[in-house]
């Protein structure tokens, strides 16, 4: 196995505690108003390539990703609107493959609160978990 991304694919991690110096996983609360997050703050070695892990807390979040933190997902969206998002369903887990400059994620909710939880959850071949 030499391709770059079925090294990252085979090599799914656990969550890692968070320290002083490296941040490796993060919550961000969800409502009816948009909220979001730059998930690319948690790489400290590149933006492509890993795959992050997000688990919807509480709720049905609506989610995309954009290269600045702008943009409302719109869960009732259709076509190819700009507000068209994807569901991550209460109590699911999703992973996706981060590609660079589209690290920030924006996330919304049709109704109450919850939780999106996220960590980075792949490592390339020649990566220790410190240099994550």
């Keep these: 196995m030499t391709d770059p991304v079925e090294i990252e694919a ?3 991690i656990t969550p890692l505690i ?4 490296r941040v490796r996983q993060g919550q961000l609360s969800c409502s009816t108003v948009v909220a979001g997050a730059d998930v690319g703050s948690l790489l400290t070695k590149g933006k492509d390539g890993h795959f992050i892990s997000f688990f919807a807390d509480g709720g049905d979040i609506y989610v995309f990703f954009n290269n600045s933190a702008a943009g ?3 869960p009732a969206a259709t076509g ?3 507000g068209v ?3 991550i369903p209460s109590g699911t887990w999703v992973n996706w493959k981060m590609v660079a400059d589209f690290t920030f994620v924006r996330a919304i ?4 609160t919850a939780s999106l939880r ?3 959850s792949s490592m ?3 990566q220790h978990a410190r240099d994550i």
């Design 80 to 82: 190819t609107a700009t």
């Design 72 to 74: 409302t997902p719109d």
């Design 124 to 126: 390339g071949s020649a």
């Design 85 to 87: 998002c994807q569901k």
């Design 118 to 120: 996220y960590y980075i």
């Design 18 to 21: 968070n320290t002083a110096t």
């Design 10 to 12: 085979a090599n799914f």
């Design 109 to 112: 909710m049709s109704t109450g």
